[in-house]
């Protein structure tokens, strides 16, 4: 029977402002470096204007829709009580909340099972640059 290991790491990712960031390489690296094999692992992002989401990563044409259609959900200009930090303060913060903080991906064979087409992506909900802390979490099996 394999041992049950859990382990942590936390990533940092630069954006540039709004829009779909892929992280889906550092994970893949970061469970290489531990050795995971069988498990899941948690993706947390500690931010409440940007989120993480499975999206498709071939088209980006499909990203671009994402975004307007959060855009039409969420916009700017629109009246909000909360306002002090900025027009895409608040729009970032809903759209956030209707996409996720938290991702559980199984991890199958020391490789993230995701489909064909699926890759893990920051969304930057905000129009400026920021450097965003995303904490990762490993249990399972290893090598």
């Not at 993480?52 to 990203?63: F, G, S």
């Amino acid at each position: 029977m394999a041992a049950i290991m859990q382990s942590s790491h936390g990533i940092s990712v630069a954006t540039c402002g709004k829009g779909f960031y892929e992280i889906t390489g550092e994970l893949a690296a970061w469970l290489g470096s531990i050795r995971a094999r069988d498990g899941l692992l948690t993706v947390f992002i500690a931010h409440t204007s940007a989120s993480l989401t499975i999206q498709e990563n071939a088209d980006p044409a499909v990203r671009e829709d994402l975004l307007g259609a959060l855009a039409r959900f969420a916009p700017e200009g629109g009246i909000y009580a909360h306002a002090e930090e900025g027009p895409d303060d608040m729009p970032a913060h809903i759209k956030s909340m209707l996409t996720s903080v938290s991702l559980s991906i199984p991890v199958v064979a020391g490789r993230l099972a995701l489909g064909t087409w699926q890759g893990v992506f920051l969304i930057e909900h905000r129009r400026t640059a920021h450097r965003r802390r995303i904490l990762l979490t490993y249990i399972g099996s290893h090598d």
